[in-house]
T-cell receptor
Framework: GDSVTQTEGQVALSEEDFLTIHCNYS??????LFWYVQYPGEGPQLLFR?????EKGSSRGFEATYDKGTTSFHLRKASVQESDSAVYYC???????????????FGHGTILRVHP | GPKVLQIPSHQIIDMGQMVTLNCDPV?????FYWYKQILGQQMEFLVN????????KSKLFKDQFSVERPDGSYFTLKIQPTALEDSAVYFC?????????????FGEGSRLIVV
């Protein structure tokens, strides 16, 4: 079945550091890829998504590029802020075409802590 | 952005009793989902629902679980009877369509504690 692997379980940075969270996926077909962010006590919120090879998604200074060749969708931000502290999930959707039902498959999540 | 509302936000229940978790999805959405998150762990898919029917369910969706959306009201997850391992946060989500790019919008979760 489909799967998403996030390499980093926890990342600790200082403000203005560069962030990379690695995400690799395994899926049949051509999934849509997502990054969600979850703050304490809340549900996951969409950060952005990408549907095609080489497409770049971005929001609030975060970005990731869909790479079908390396099956990756790594999250990056040039300069993090304390307010970025949260859990970040990479996810994929089977797109819901044909026999697929459109559910999201999540990675394990990466806890980001940014210190002032 | 679009809001999914969940009621209750917290519930403590005795093992063996029944619990119903309610979800008010985004108004024009057609597809509905439940996910389970045990503290500190990943989001795990339970079930999705469309046009009055379950589309897909995972192995976590035990026989004691059921979902329905009677007459377009709340989308509900019922657990009967509850077990200790059902303690978790349950997230409801909805989406407009399940074509490529299907974006799920999540509620804030219902924290269930089974004692």
């Amino acid at each position: 079945g489909d799967s998403v692997t996030q390499t980093e379980g926890q990342v600790a940075l200082s403000e203005e550091d560069f962030l990379t969270i690695h995400c690799n996926y395994s899926a049949s077909g051509y999934p849509t890829l997502f990054w969600y962010v979850q703050y304490p006590g809340e549900g996951p919120q969409l950060l952005f998504r990408a549907s095609r090879d080489k497409e770049k998604g971005s929001s609030r200074g975060f970005e990731a590029t869909y790479d079908k060749g390396t099956t990756s969708f790594h999250l990056r931000k040039a300069s993090v802020q304390e307010s970025d502290s949260a859990v970040y999930y990479c996810a994929l959707s089977d797109g819901g075409t044909g026999a697929n039902t459109g559910k999201l498959t999540f990675g394990h999540g990466t806890i980001l802590r940014v210190h002032p | 952005g679009p809001k999914v509302l969940q009621i209750p936000s917290h519930q403590i229940i005795d093992m063996g009793q029944m619990v119903t978790l309610n979800c008010d999805p985004v108004s024009n959405h057609l597809y509905f989902y439940w996910y389970k998150q045990i503290l500190g762990q990943q989001m795990e898919f339970l079930v999705n629902f469309y046009n009055g029917k379950v589309m897909e369910k995972s192995k976590l969706f035990k026989d004691q679980f059921s979902v329905e959306r009677p007459d377009g009201s709340y989308f509900t997850l019922k657990i009967q009877p509850t077990a200790l391992e059902d303690s978790a946060v349950y997230f409801c989500a909805s989406s407009f369509g399940r074509r490529s790019g299907n974006t799920l919008y999540f509620g804030e979760g219902s924290r269930l504690i089974v004692v």
